[in-house]
């Protein structure tokens, strides 16, 4: 189920992005930390971070054509700068031109958890318009406790397969018990695999990882598109460093103000809204597997289909049959790209007749999981950040109990659900470290924040209220569905992305595509 405060990209093939990595070091050398410095005329870092912003890169191929790929050092610890230091991945693929090298920008596409290096040579080096590819070099470090930088691990293979399968919407006393238990051998994994890295991977301190990837790079100022959980990355670096803030694009926008309780009851109803736009469609369709009368009788069966999940598992054709809670996180992964919606069609058709198959691979893919049965560590960075930078939800079944209505009343199909998921950070070994605050990024350059008004995973009015709290913020909106809205197919958002990274015009406020 998404449900662990998971914001990603999924118009964008994020979940295949991990196949793309490759290791990287040694090859030639370019940019510093004193060139952006005396460029821009922006104070030297503090001495203890000297040595990190006046590292050079080493760049070498890296197995993807187009593509080098480098390692940079960050501290471990910013409070112990002069200590232990941590190795980050970084990839690039240069200007193509024509038309004159503006400099690097930098993407992310969400999570958090997932990973811009695989995202970049997936997607954005290859995929983003070939303008913003001529004048750009396209850059991503995958963030600390991510993919190929330091990576959060919890749990194995088969254990991972057994946490995807525990019921989160618990009907009594034992069943609950087995969902706290699960919650608690979870965070147990991840202190005993990763103990010495889980207190650093805060969206804080991957922004400042940002800022000296962006001195060594020799950039004046960060130019960066973020998605997702990658707007709060990019707000977070606006903040600490409004002066070096270039060019941002801050897509499908979470909003920093709000407390996890309300974050997730918000993304409860995303995804109450997205269903419903895909009910609307299904029941028009000859074979929609939910009926053909309304989005109400649709809701219906889709409830009384995970019921029946819930005491009676389809099978699979392999060990793991499909419970409510697969079918759950099969059906979630279709509300971020409406192009998805023919495959769950079908899939929940086969699942009614006895075929669990294709839902079980759509949550596969949702998870990261391949089918030799390991998981890329999407699922462990998500909760490690998240657990740093808000404190928990709730700490509680009995707290979580009580607030099911407030959930069921967002969303009748998943509230319960996502009320229980809530609960994950309650049993963190990690104290969070940030908290809910609104982020003004005062004499910041102007900053692009777009919504799309039936996203499922980041609500329409976090993007509203995000570009409210930015000073120099401006709203673009795209009315559709699906999650985030740049390189999905509208003109209108893409041209006026495009305008601002190249030209730096930024949209008139309050524009509607």
Sequence with gaps: MDTRRLFRTFALPLATAG?????????????????????????????????????????????????????????????????????????????????????????????????????????????????????????????????R????????????????????????????????????KFAAGCEKRSGKVLPHVSTVEAARDMDILRAILGDEKLHYVGASYGTFLGATYAELFPDRTG???????????????????????????????????????????????????????????????????????????????LATTGVISAMYDEGAWPQLRSALTAAQRGEGAPLLAMADSYYERGTDGSYANLMFANAAVNCLDLPAAFDSTEAVEAAVPEFEKASPVFGKGFAYASLNCGYWPEQATGKAHRITAEGAAPIVVVGTTRDPATPYKWSESLAD????????????????????GSDCIDTAINTYLLEGTVPKDGKRC
């Excluded at 197995?63 to 190795?87: H, N, Q, R, W």
């Excluded at 000073?471 to 999650?483: C, F, I, N, P, V």
Aim: charge should be negative; hydrophobic fraction near 35%.
């Design 469 to 488: 709290q930015l000073s120099s913020g401006t709203l673009l909106t795209y009315e559709g569905d699906g999650h985030t809205a740049y390189g999905r």
């Design 247 to 325: 060019r941002l694009v801050l897509d499908g926008a979470l909003d920093p103000a709000l407390p996890a309780r309300e974050l997730n009851r918000d993304q409860t109803a995303g995804f109450e809204t997205a269903f419903r736009a895909f009910a609307a469609d299904c029941v028009k369709q000859a074979d929609c597997p939910l009926g053909t009368t309304s989005v109400a009788d649709a809701t219906d069966r889709l409830k009384a289909f995970f019921k029946q999940l819930d005491t009676e598992p389809v099978p699979t054709g392999e060990s793991r049959p499909l419970g409510e809670a």
């Design 149 to 184: 930088s330091a990576p959060v691990e919890c749990l194995t293979g088969p254990e991972m397969d057994a946490y995807t399968q525990v019921d989160q919407t618990p009907d009594d006393s034992a069943e609950a018990s087995e969902l706290t238990a699960a919650y608690k």
């Design 19 to 147: 196949l793309f990595l490759s290791g990287c070091s040694g090859g030639a050398s370019d940019g510093s930390a004193s060139a952006g410095a005396q460029q821009s005329g922006q104070a030297a870092p503090a001495a203890e971070l000297e040595p990190y912003y006046s590292q050079k890169l080493k760049w070498r191929e890296c197995g993807v054509p187009g593509f080098e790929c480098a390692t940079m050092k960050a501290p471990l610890d910013y409070a112990d700068a002069d200590g232990e230091s941590i190795d980050l991945a970084v990839a690039r693929k240069k200007a193509t031109g024509p038309g004159e090298r503006i400099g690097s920008l930098l993407v992310n596409p969400g999570g958090p958890g997932g990973s811009a290096v695989g995202y970049l040579q997936a997607y954005a080096g290859i995929g983003y318009p070939a303008p913003v590819r001529a004048r750009y070099d396209m850059v991503a470090v995958d963030p600390r406790g991510v993919a």
